[in-house]
């Protein structure tokens, strides 16, 4: 089974990719990624005139994260000796980059790519810090600065998308006209994790960006969107957690994925687990190669006006293995559902077909029935 792949020009020995963030500040943590199994690593935001982080600057609820930290605090000058320390070591490098102007952005580029970055991404989309998510909410923006890098530099650009626009299709095409290789989607969503009840103050000091598995579903949809809209490559990111997230990204379209959030949380090792669970589903399933599973989930994918009024109901197909659970019954809001002594039946007179119960279910007894 082959886990190789390509994205914006670069071949990978798999699709795993380290996401720009706190685990890839430095070269320490980008070589550790790499034996960790990551096929490339992205760096950290790299910009021309840094600004310390603030403390504190990051908070865990349940498997969701918030993060109100801004970029590197290595200057420019000194991310030369890091990535050179990365690339000794074999591994590929996409620099993150961000500027305030078109210009500042493509000398930040030139300076990467003389440090020897592989590709670069464009960090601008970050929901937080100094209005910047602005920039890609704003079609002609991204071609302006896109276009400006890849006028600047001879290696892949790509460009970071935020979740937090209303037309991801339009600035995915500005940024493919401009010539970007690649669109990675998605940034983190804008939020605030919580409020400390007890002292009446928000558990982060300003608005964050929240990453973990509960934005994977946008990451889902940011991903298809893209992907039915432009040719260029996609890299999908939010809420990777195992290889059912890879999967899931894949097959909607994306030739790469990137995480970290999940790393943060639960350690390097969980990249090793990713890597043997696609090695173990491919074989199962007969598939040699990741090309073979890029965009197959698309055409499921439909309009309203195209999905068709098919009546269908639920029914049950297996008999339940856990008896006090009745989630079926309490999630049911057409009380079709009832059980008698131990048995599940369903009332289609009753049952209008929404499908929760197939979901719902943790021993998956329901299955629709046209």
Known sequence: ?????????????????????????????????????????????????????????????????????????????????????????????????????????????????????DAIELGVSSPHGEGLEVLTSDSEKVFRFTGAVVEAVNIPVTVKMSPNVTNMAKVANAAERAGAMGIS??????????????????????????????????????????AQAVKTDVSGIGGVEDYKSVLEYI???????????????????????????????????????????????????HSFEEIQMESCTSMVVSECRSPDCERCITGCMYDAISCTAGVYSVDKSECTGCGLCVSNCPDKCFKLEW
């Open 251 to 301: 097959m909607l379209g994306a030739s790469s994925v990137q995480m970290l959030t999940h790393i943060i949380l639960n350690g390097w090792e969980t990249a090793a687990s990713i890597l043997e669970g696609l090695q173990r589903w491919m074989e199962k399933s007969g598939v040699e190669n990741m090309d073979e599973l890029k965009g197959t989930a698309l055409s499921s994918l």
């Open 1 to 117: 089974m082959n886990l190789g792949v390509k994205y914006a020009g670069l071949e990978l020995k798999n699709p795993l990719l380290l996401a720009a963030g706190p685990l890839s500040r430095s070269s320490d943590t980008m070589i550790r990624a790499l034996d960790a199994g990551f096929g490339a690593v992205v760096t950290e935001t790299i910009v021309n005139e840094i600004r310390p982080n603030v403390k504190p600057r990051l908070v865990r609820r349940a498997n969701g994260m918030q993060n109100i930290g801004l970029y590197s605090e290595f200057s420019l000058e000194e991310w030369e000796v890091e990535i050179d320390k990365v690339k000794e070591y074999g591994g590929t490098v996409i620099a993150n980059i961000l500027a305030h102007t078109p210009s500042e952005l493509a000398y930040v580029a030139r300076m990467v790519e003389k440090f020897g970055a």
């Open 185 to 226: 989607a998605i940034d983190t969503v804008r939020s605030i994790i919580g409020v400390d009840i007890d002292n009446q103050k928000a558990l982060l000091p300003t608005f964050g960006g929240y990453s973990g598995s509960p934005i994977r579903p946008i990451g889902l949809a940011a991903v298809a969107t893209i």
